[in-house]
């Protein structure tokens, strides 16, 4: 369900949690926070995916996104490719914070059976920032990103998820990154609806 | 964002954990969990005892990093098949009054006593528990929350989320809280 797209005309749903591992508090050691998202997605054909996209990092950042995928390829191989313009807002009423992103990035699966592994290789660029101190609308090249997902379907049909995310922000100063990346770890499982 | 609205965030869901509907009467269930709250770990655990006419009983306990800790008193009773309605009584405090320049001594999170209404609904393997906590120290009407259990067989999943309504603490969205324990029958 990843580098591959849905069946025509089925819906989908992914359920992931985690944690994003981050330097929130410089005083600390880098602490994992509680990240999760929601993708309902939607076979437009046998080649071409549209999931909707909901992730949060512990609850205060919220990000939606529409991810558009396409995946060709017979056997074992698999290549595709996605694209997601998606939109974060967050913070306080008082302090509200937010971007708008658009992540591009090629996919390439392996299917042995019940379990498929896929990589993923791509870039985000944000068009617009905002925070309190006003409004950034300069484009950015702002990660390239990096991903690997397992995954394993039982008989019943739901397929379980591993997914490892690793963001490289283009920015030398970013506060917030753990090694000069920002790591994310999801666990979960899909379903056909 | 700054460190302080985060920890401050953490404090917050130290108040009273939301319970489940009681276990028949006359049996007793021992339930220990850990996970994480926002950015800290938690561990808690629990005695509910089942009484007569569908009504519940339990104390329980939970710290937050060691930090905060949170002793509750819950009553529930069923009114319903898979539905029952209860409230809990919880006293909160801090072991330190100050971390990384926040006053927790000052919070208005897990500092003094809370009473907590509960509504809980059980369909097969899920549990889902809606509650407001209202703070009796300092009053203020402190948070509202919903808490879904999963029971996995050997161990249960819970995931909460706790929605901040005083005006000085209110996020755009919630706090999480994530945890993996185990449920005895005695």
Redesign the interface.
Known sequence: MSASAALAGAFTLHLL?G?AVSD?????PP????T?EVQVGYGLSDAFELRARYA?H?????RLGLDLRAAFGTGAWTVGARLEPSVR?????E???GDVSTQAALLLGWRDGPTAVTAEAGVTVQWLLWDPAGVDDEPYFAFIDAAAQVEHALPSGTVLLGRLELAVPRAPDDPFAVLGVHPRVLVGAAWRL | MTAAPFILCAWWCASAVLGAAPPPPGRVAVDAAGGMNVLVPTVGAGVNLGLPGGHGAGVRWDTHAGLAHVFTASARVRVAEGWAVGVDGAFGLFVSEELFGVELARSPFAHGFMIEPVVAHTRGRVALVAGTTVRLTNPGWQSIKLAVTVDLGPVFLRAQALVPLEEDTRVLGYLPMVVVGKTFGL
């Open positions: 949690g944690f929130v508090v410089p005083a600390l602490a994992p926070l509680l999760g949060t512990v609850g205060l950042h919220h807002v967050g913070g306080t009423p302090d509200v914070a």
